[in-house]
C-alpha cells in the first residue's frame, strides 16, 4: 500500500513552453501532497505543500506564478513549469502523506530537460 | 527550526564491510525519524522509521534506533552489498513544522566487490 506515482518520469521541451507533472496517490487519500526539486548531487529542496481544495503554500524565493499547483482531489496534485527555461532542468519529485500522519510517501521523480 | 545533519560522504566500503551512517537532528516537539535511499534516477524509498526515543528501526539488514539523550538516529547495517550502493538520506517529520520533512544532505554510498 501507499503508492505515488508521477507521470511523465522524463520530459524533455523546449525554453518557453509549460510542462505539467502529475503525482497521484494510487491506494489512499492524500490530503497533504508535497512538492520537491533536487539538484544532481544535492539534496530534496521542498517547493511547496499543497493540501487538497486550498491554495499550495509556497516555501520562500519560490515562485508560485512560475511553478503552479493545484490539488483538486485527495489522490491528485499537479505541478506546472510555465514558461520553462533551463535553469529549470531538474528532479521533480512528489510526495503525499494521509491526514495527521508524519509519513510521507515518494512518486519515482519526474527528470525535466529544458532545451 | 529543525535540522539534520548527516555524515559526510562520499562513503566507500568493500562488500561485507560494517556500516555506519551518522545522523544527528535539532527538532522541537516528538519528531518521528527517516532513512530513505535513492537509487540512480529514481525517487526516495523508505528504508526503515522510528517514531519514538528507543525505537529501533529496521529493514533489509540495515538498522537504526532514535536516541532522543543524543539526539542521533544513525544508520547501521553489518554486512554490506554491492547493490546497497545509493544515496542515503535522514530525515525527521513532525517536529517544529508539522507535517514537512527535514532531509539531510544525503551520504553517497559505493560498495566494491
Known amino acids: 500500500g501507499a503508492v505515488v506515482s508521477q507521470h511523465p518520469s522524463r520530459v524533455i521541451c523546449k525554453s518557453g513552453t509549460s510542462v505539467k507533472i502529475e503525482c497521484r496517490s494510487l491506494d489512499f487519500q492524500a490530503t497533504t501532497m508535497f512538492w520537491y526539486r533536487q539538484f544532481p548531487k544535492q539534496s530534496l529542496m521542498l517547493m511547496a505543500t499543497s493540501n487538497e481544495g486550498s491554495k499550495a503554500t509556497y516555501e520562500q524565493g519560490v515562485e508560485k506564478d512560475k511553478f503552479l499547483i493545484n490539488h483538486a482531489s485527495l489522490t491528485l496534485s499537479t505541478l506546472t513549469v510555465t514558461s520553462a527555461h533551463p535553469e529549470d532542468s531538474s528532479f521533480y519529485i512528489c510526495?503525499?502523506?494521509?491526514?495527521?500522519?508524519?509519513?510521507?510517501?515518494f512518486g519515482p521523480g519526474t527528470r525535466l530537460t529544458v532545451l | 527550526g529543525d535540522s539534520v545533519t548527516q555524515m559526510e560522504g562520499p562513503v566507500t566500503l568493500s562488500e561485507e564491510a560494517f556500516l555506519t551512517i551518522n545522523c544527528t537532528y535539532t527538532a522541537t516537539g516528538y519528531p518521528s525519524l527517516f532513512w530513505y535511499v535513492q537509487y540512480p534516477g529514481e525517487g526516495l524509498q523508505l528504508l526503515l522509521k522510528?517514531?519514538?526515543?528507543?525505537d529501533k528501526g529496521s529493514n533489509k539488514g540495515f538498522e537504526a534506533t532514535y536516541r532522543k539523550e543524543t539526539t542521533s538516529f544513525h544508520l547501521e547495517k553489518g554486512s554490506v552489498q554491492v547493490s546497497d550502493s545509493a544515496v542515503y538520506f535522514c530525515?525527521?517529520?513532525?517536529?517544529?513544522?508539522?507535517?514537512?520533512?527535514?532531509f539531510g544532505d544525503g551520504t553517497t554510498l559505493t560498495v566494491k566487490p
Open positions: 522510528a517514531t519514538k526515543a528507543d
Open positions: 510526495s503525499a502523506s494521509r491526514q495527521a500522519r508524519n509519513e510521507q510517501f
Open positions: 530525515a525527521l517529520s513532525g517536529g517544529t513544522n508539522a507535517g514537512k520533512s527535514t
